[in-house]
């Protein structure tokens, strides 16, 4: 006999345990299915600043007692310009703030309460094949300690990131895949060392975009823009803090704490989405649909966004209501995604240094910068998508 459940979520990174979080509140059971540990999951450094609406979503799924304990509330941001800091201040200008807490944070919590709740996980789960979503009966087969298993569910969730198997179930034939790659890299570092300053610094540099970013008083995070070919075995930590240390204006380089790197990665750049996000009872969220470069960290932001429209969307349904909040999914989600799309974007165009942007294309960035940090309006567009747009 096959198992049995209303929604079969594939993936337990932030998206596929947010989503659990708020079903088992309305009383929806679920499986997870995740192919890697618990420990390769917890493994992953990624980004750590939440817009107040994730925060408003991880309360909402009970998971928010150690993020209120522990994040850190910024209220604004700094830019790095031609060796000169300017504020972006998002309390006066939008009288919102973001929390610094990291994305690996967030995943334990939601895997601790989902634990606690009893709520069932399988992990290093093979083979996931997500099919019978275009009728009524959709079934989820998977490999388990060399088992063959399936389970049978109302949805299925895709929450598997962009290399997971549900959005490639779908046929190339349904799917619009909207795409571009940077001609660049970031070479990130974590290390055991106080921030070099109390807000992140996004840095633009003749050598290339730098950032300042933190996951506690005594732990910061940095990245250098590098080339998308390069390898970390290439950078040992001397010459990402002496490389660093060249891209900060004076006074940061002359604070800089550095010391031995716990973890140093190199991620490519991308700008990716594939339309729609709905198939029959299989919906897509988070990264299975889409990707945004990491400059504005707004990735694990718009898996929230996405979780939340496709929950709601969810309860209604199984609570005898409408199917409208299912219907409209995908154009729903879409419409935020895009306008996050669009600031991650331009937030990497306005920071990086392009390989074929010649001299005139290099004022044109500077005069964008000056306009930018001189113009209250312009300041405003950058903190009213930096914090998030509503949901
Ligand atoms: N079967 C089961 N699980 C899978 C499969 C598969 N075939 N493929 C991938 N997974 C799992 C991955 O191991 C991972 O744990 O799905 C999970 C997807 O998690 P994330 O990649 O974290 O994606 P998501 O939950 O959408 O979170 C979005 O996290 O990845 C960052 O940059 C991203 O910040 C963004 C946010
Ligand atoms: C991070 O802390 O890892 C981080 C912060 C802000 C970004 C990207 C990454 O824009």
């Given at each position: 006999m096959p198992e049995r459940t209303h929604v079969a979520i594939i993936g337990s990174g932030p998206a596929g345990l947010l989503l659990g979080q708020l079903l088992h509140k309305a009383g929806i059971d679920t499986v997870i299915l995740e192919r890697h540990s618990r420990e390769h999951v917890l493994g992953r450094i990624r980004a750590g600043v939440l817009e107040q609406g994730t925060v408003g979503l991880i309360d909402e799924a009970g998971c928010g007692a150690r993020m209120h304990r522990e994040g850190l509330i910024h209220h604004g941001i700094e830019l790095s310009i031609r060796g000169a800091r300017h504020r972006i201040d998002f309390q006066a200008l939008t009288g919102k703030s973001v929390m610094v807490y990291g994305q690996t944070e967030v995943t334990r919590d939601l895997m601790d309460a989902r634990q606690a709740a009893g709520a069932p996980t399988v992990f290093e789960a093979q083979n996931v094949t997500p099919s019978g979503y275009d009728g009524a009966r959709p079934v989820v087969r998977y490999t388990a300690n060399g088992m063959a298993k399936e389970i049978a569910c109302d949805f299925i969730a895709g929450c598997d990131g962009f290399h997971g198997v549900s959005r490639q179930s779908v046929p190339e034939s349904a799917l619009t895949i909207f795409e571009r790659l940077y001609p660049f890299g970031w070479l990130g570092l974590l290390a055991e060392v106080p921030p070099v300053a109390p807000e992140l610094i996004?840095?633009?540099?003749?050598?290339?975009?730098?950032?300042?970013?933190?996951?506690?008083?005594?732990?910061?995070?940095?990245?250098?823009?590098?080339?998308?070919?390069?390898?970390?075995?290439?950078?040992?930590?001397?010459?990402?803090?002496?490389?660093?240390?060249?891209?900060?204006?004076?006074?940061?380089?002359?604070?800089?704490?550095?010391?031995?790197?716990?973890?140093?990665?190199?991620?490519?750049?991308?700008?990716?989405?594939?339309?729609?996000?709905?198939?029959?009872?299989?919906?897509?969220?988070?990264?299975?649909?889409?990707?945004?470069?990491?400059?504005?960290?707004?990735?694990?932001?718009?898996?929230?966004?996405?979780?939340?429209?496709?929950?709601?969307?969810?309860?209604?349904?199984?609570?005898?209501?409408?199917?409208?909040?299912?219907?409209?999914?995908?154009?729903?989600?879409?419409?935020?995604?895009?306008?996050?799309?669009?600031?991650?974007?331009?937030?990497?165009?306005?920071?990086?240094?392009?390989?074929?942007?010649?001299?005139?294309?290099?004022?044109?960035?500077?005069?964008?910068?000056?306009?930018?940090?001189?113009?209250?309006?312009?300041?405003?567009?950058?903190?009213?998508?930096?914090?998030?747009?509503?949901?």
């Open positions: 996004y840095v633009n540099h003749e050598r290339g975009f730098a950032l300042c970013s933190m996951r506690t008083h005594s732990r910061s995070r940095y990245y250098l823009q590098c080339d998308a070919s390069e390898q970390v075995e290439n950078w040992p930590d001397d010459k990402f803090w002496d490389e660093l240390r060249r891209r900060l204006d004076q006074d940061a380089a002359a604070h800089l704490v550095t010391g031995p790197s716990i973890e140093k990665s190199i991620a490519p750049l991308r700008s990716f989405v594939a339309e729609p996000m709905r198939f029959g009872r299989l919906f897509l969220a988070g990264d299975a649909a889409h990707i945004v470069p990491p400059t504005g960290a707004k990735g694990l932001n718009l898996a929230a966004s996405d979780v939340h429209y496709l929950a709601e969307a969810l309860i209604d349904h199984c609570r005898g209501g409408s199917d409208q909040g299912l219907d409209h999914y995908s154009a729903r989600a879409l419409a935020r995604v895009w306008k996050a799309e669009r600031f991650s974007w331009w937030m990497t165009s306005l920071l990086h240094r392009f390989p074929d942007t010649g001299p005139f294309g290099q004022r044109i960035q500077l005069a964008e910068l000056d306009y930018l940090v001189g113009s209250e309006a312009a300041a405003t567009a950058l903190a009213e998508n930096y914090v998030g747009l509503p949901f």
